[in-house]
């Protein structure tokens, strides 16, 4: 379902400005609690092929990718953005906790790891500005859920593990 997003982020860039700030507003809040607007602008852009128990997932991404302005820059992995922003001393105790409470909750309906998440992105782009790469923050939550935890232990790694030098020397990420 991944190969669609193209699809689904061309049509998104063709919204208007009215259907952006919907959706924009909507950042952070599960399908269920978004409003009529918000709601037509969505299912105009998703793919018809999008199972209805992932579109959840694809509203968050179509959310939060209105948190920027339509001109997109280079865009990176929000693991990596943390990653640089930790070894830039730019992550306090309190966001490093955060991440972990995040990697250690499951998205559920109830819309709590969202809401996390939303905070954590809105944080990050405060102090980085980076552009996040949304299609593959949706392959990451499309797979959340996964019993043997691969993206919450790929996030781990890349956050928190050690980066090699061009020699091949490990070098702490602090």
Known sequence: ?????????????????????????????????????????????????????QEEKWFAIACLRFLWDAGDEERESLPELLRNMRSQGLLSDSVVHRV?????????????????????????????????AFQELLEDLLGWNWENQQIQRKWARIIFGTKQTEKGEDNDAD
């Open 1 to 53: 379902m991944i190969e669609h997003y193209s699809e689904f982020a061309s049509r998104l860039n063709r919204l208007g400005s009215g259907d952006r700030a919907a959706l924009r507003r909507s950042a952070g809040n599960m399908l269920e609690h978004a409003d009529g607007r918000a709601l037509t602008a969505f299912y105009r852009c998703l793919p018809n092929n999008i199972p209805a128990y």
């Open 100 to 132: 972990e409470i995040l990697l250690d909750t499951p998205w559920d309906q109830d819309g709590y790891m969202l809401k996390k998440l939303y905070r954590l992105i809105v944080l990050v782009r405060q102090k980085n500005g980076a552009i996040l």
